[in-house]
């Protein structure tokens, strides 16, 4: 970070704390004013204050989901400091935390939860996608973003941090539900979308057992116009093979339909069992990329699926079966979860690999296949002793199978196929993945204020894959047998001074890991032409595997709450000391290949807060600088200096809320702003760049009565063409766009007493 950069930081840190000192004088006349606390359970001790955990932590709770229309990841992580959301459509998804990424193709560096099921990589929709499911946000309680490697307690998979979605729990005591429809119109390319949803708590024996279900269906037009019926070659391809390809709008819509049932059983004070099950199926007419040498905005591909009009079908399954014992000076939890996750892709290839044979396109066709199966088991044991000492200790296991195969045809007429096989190039893995890990923490106050953490994670993992490949550019069938094992630990130390009720100072050095594995073989056919062993436009040799990566992480922050419990600031700076980056590549033949970049360097400030500034106004704010680095030169990949791709350098968000009576009913009024900075998906930082986008999003709602309400809404208000990623490994390649300007409708209806 240079001077004139530091300054400018310096000087908004200033501003805002100035500011919130101020509102003391505006809001005097009134003691009773102040932010509600936010309680968080972020550390696994139960519930806790989020102003006094030593830990960055965002926090959206169920009123901000409500009144900032938050519907799915991308809606809340895009305003959240240090944080980017890669919107690559269902499965392909990924999550920026502090700039610790390095492509969208290798796994995800953030974990991702559902209440204490892990949902880290069950998202893929094709093979080392990292993707996570796209859980929609209805019924939930809060949404928790921890920056920050959560090596100790949440292990594999949290290398850059993890994200909590905490669902409502079943209410033992009161009849209750809701029903809300939802109807807007996107922009240009676009159309109508629709959403219902339904939310129904019966008490069955009144505080005791209680039942919740919840039912959803989000049906989202696409913004993309399909170019293939306008494209002449194209289109003797289809008339000479029976396709059918037309121009039209509306590619690449998608369609959520999903629900949660959960039931609480209060067996004593002091023990409960909850019971959940939560799905969720995606469906998707076309994968949402922008093919920008055909004309920039708004382009795709055809998308095809046998026996099917989607381009893209996702099934997703959670069970998870939770207890709690509390004797007291001790708190007994476990935990045990299944989740499955079945994909199914196609992906028409022709418009890129045609121009190698001197047409603009050819039928060829690229079908991903996954299923993915995850047992996990929890136990961990939490203390609230009377003294010093407080200790939190525990036990992991994970049991993931996972089956991936993609298939690489030609679909045109055999006397007119260009390669002389059908099956171009076939490519299987069936992995499984056994994890046993010990955590524990332990807290010593060394005075009434000041307190130090140690944690550590022990970690065994046992791999075996099998890769299989078949096909033309193969050259025959292949099989390889890949057996790994790794073991080791993570630590974590903190110390924590909280001089009075109003300030946390902080101070937190941090590990985190990601598990390596096997990388698929490249056919040596088609990326090795000139036999040297090396792949062509990489200059490597294709790895055996991926090395696990690691991550060092130095903090230190401060948490105040100002002007009488109106206002609070939080600051954090932080610098990352990430080695063994898995960066992924696209080499001369069109393959992606997954490689270890060597080492880089992250460093960052943050700033963050609400303000209370009447009964009426408020507002909160998120302001962030991360600097990304390779600091050794990786080889084929990128050279010291480059910056870590997927992460801009500044990020910045304001919401504005007011919340008045008028003619008897109460009526809120909300208007967020969030910019994201520019950022490449490459570390030479070639191409096109994506970020640097504004967007607005406004909302008003009513009480039209007791129990109706009506919210309308705009999102994208001045309608930015952002990118959310760009590949420039093709050409001008594709990309991805937010979302055009969006207008509507919801209205809402409470049930029950």
Known sequence: MNGKKKLKLAAAVAGLYAACVSTQAVTAEDDTLALEEVVVTATKRGDASLQEIAMSISVASEDMIAKQGLVGMDDFLRSTPSTNFLDRGAGRNGIIIRGVTASPQSDATVGVYIDETPLTGLGSASPGSGGNPDLKYVDMERIEVLRGPQGTLYGDGSIAGTVRVIPNAPNLSALSGEIAGNFS????????????????????????????AVAYDYDNSGYYKSVAGSNADKQIWADAFGGVITDKDDVGSDEYTGGRVSALWQVSDTFDVSLSYITQDIEQSGIPESIMKLGGTHRVPF?????????????????????????????????????????????????????????????????????????????????????????????????????????FVFEGAPTLDPFGGALLFASKLDEDIEQLSFFGEATFALSEQLTVTAGIRHYDYDQTATDSADGAFNGGSSTSVLETDDSGQTYKLGLTYIPHDSATYYATFAQGFRLGGPQADVPADLCDLDGDGLIDGLGVASPDQIDSDELDSFEVGAKFSLADGRAILNVAAYQVEWEGIPVSRTADCGFDVTLNAGEAQNRGVEVEGQWLLSDIWRLNYGLSYVETELTADAPGLGSSGD??????????????????????????????????????NNLQEQGTGAGDFTTVNLRIGADLSERISLDLFVRNLTDEEGLTWVETEIGDGRANYI???????????????
Request: charged share 25%; hydrophobic share 40%; aromatic share 8%.
């Open 303 to 407: 998308q095809k699926q046998d026996g099917s009009d989607e381009a893209l079908e996702m099934d997703f399954e959670v069970t998870n079966l939770e207890m709690n014992l509390d004797l007291g000076s001790i708190e007994l939890t476990s935990s045990t979860s299944m989740a499955e996750t079945n994909a199914l892709q196609d992906r028409d290839l022709g418009l890129y690999f045609g121009p190698l044979l001197g047409v603009d396109d050819i039928p060829l066709f690229l079908t991903d296949t996954g299923e993915i199966e995850s047992f996990t088991q929890e136990i961990r044991l939490n203390t609230r002793l009377d003294g010093p000492w407080q200790f939190l200790v525990g036990a992991f296991y994970q049991d993931i199978e996972n089956k991936q195969q993609q298939d």
């Open 739 to 753: 979302r055009p300007r969006t207008i509507g409708v919801e209205l809402r209806a409470l049930l029950g007493q």
């Open 185 to 212: 119109s996107t922009a240009d390319e676009g159309g109508d979308n629709t959403m219902l949803r339904g939310v129904l708590n019966i008490p069955v024996v009144k505080d005791t057992f209680a039942i919740r």
């Open 643 to 680: 910056r870590l791709p997927g992460s801009p350098e500044f990020q910045a968000s304001l919401g504005v809320q007011a919340d008045f009576i008028l003619a008897g009913r109460p009526i809120f009024a909300r208007a967020d702003i969030a910019h994201t900075g520019e950022y490449f």
